[in-house]
């Protein structure tokens, strides 16, 4: 048997934040080594018939910019031929958000179709991935979130993402060192409203 610590097991789950941009610590890189720890964790997420399905492309330094300047430069694109409103703050936002992170982690769900495993359980292990890394990050006091925005849902991202398929872009995972030491409090309706059990 594993000697596993529940107590801080449960600690870690329940002190587990988010925090934004707004409450990041700017120029002050998180150590590779950090990131590639949070990546070796995700990577012990739980996949059924081992298709690991999770896939990760980690912008630092200058890379940073250089995601920051795509997913502008798409909002700007999108705009043009879809004929939608160009707003020209969410441009700038779309190309400053990224360059207050220390790292962004691009969220790939890649299936393996021959697996006859339906896509929902894949998507539901690239999660259980993310939630690996953000516990890591939490553990190491990091200022972390994942996010849905920008080339997300955008069609036009799928091919510079290399995705196919029932293939999936996820979100992006986004770690700063915390501008505050005031870690968020957290919230949550009690457990007894949202279970029934069945005893007979």
Known sequence: ???????????????????????????????????????????????????????????????????????AEMYKMRAEKNGTNFIEATYQKFKEQPLKASHVIAILMKRTESSGIPVMEEIAATAMAVQNMYLTACAHGLACYWGTGGPTFWGEAREDFGLEGEDMLMGFFYVAKPATDNWPAGKREPIAEKVGWIRE
């Open 1 to 71: 048997m594993p000697n596993f610590n529940a107590e801080e097991v449960t600690k870690i789950i329940r002190g587990r934040r988010s925090m934004f941009p707004a409450q990041f610590k700017e120029n002050d890189s998180v150590d590779d080594s950090i990131i590639e720890e949070m990546l070796e964790n995700a990577n012990w997420a739980p996949t059924h018939k081992f298709t690991q399905p999770w896939r990760f492309i980690v912008y630092t330094g200058g890379g940073l910019k250089k995601f920051a300047d795509y997913q």
